[in-house]
């Protein structure tokens, strides 16, 4: 495993620019994993990735139909939030189509489907602060060499 990589941000707008940043270097079959509590922000970093890929639509989360796909952008966006599967697991969602698709995958709440993972992928935590409602530390965590190489261009 490839050393993380941590950065301090102050805002929202701060998390998105991350990951529009991110976007960027994005190609298809990449799989980023979300981990953070409620209000982490979660959703936001998704936000701004699908900036970066250039969709125009407004991401929202997928809380209640698990799966938001957005294909107007360089490359697909599959925005998974898996959190109501909890212990069910994921076994039916037929998320390998999604990792083995044309384009990039974001789950959310990925514990809940750990058994579908493939083993590479990127995991970013975003980390709440105790005293600043605004501020988050994300730490980008690579799984495999492809995306040691990805965040090096962070
Ligand atoms: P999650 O998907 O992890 O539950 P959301 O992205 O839906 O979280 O919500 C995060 C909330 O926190 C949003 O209202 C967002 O505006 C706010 N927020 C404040 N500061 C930040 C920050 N630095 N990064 C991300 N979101 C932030
Ligand atoms: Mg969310």
């Known amino acids: 495993m490839g050393s993380n990589m941590e950065f301090q941000v102050s805002n929202a707008e701060e998390t998105q620019a991350l ?8 190609k298809p079959q990449d799989l980023i994993l979300l981990d953070g509590d409620l209000g982490a922000g979660k959703t936001t970093f998704t936000k701004g990735l699908a900036k970066g890929l250039g969709i125009k639509k407004n991401v929202k989360s997928p809380t209640f139909t698990l799966i938001r796909e957005y ?16 212990d069910t697991g994921g076994a039916d969602l037929g998320l390998e189509e999604y990792f083995n698709g044309e384009g990039v995958s974001v789950v959310e709440w990925s514990q809940f489907v750990a058994d ?3 083993a590479q992928y990127l995991v970013v ?8 409602d605004d501020k988050r530390t994300l730490v980008f965590e690579p799984h495999g ?10």
């Open 19 to 26: 990951a529009q940043k991110l976007a960027s270097y994005l």
């Open 71 to 86: 294909h107007e952008g360089r490359l697909p966006l599959y925005h998974m939030d898996v959190y109501r599967l909890e």
């Open 116 to 118: 579908e993972l493939p």
């Open 125 to 132: 935590k975003l980390l709440k602060d105790e005293t600043d």
């Open 145 to 154: 060499a492809h995306y040691e190489q990805l965040i090096a261009n962070l």
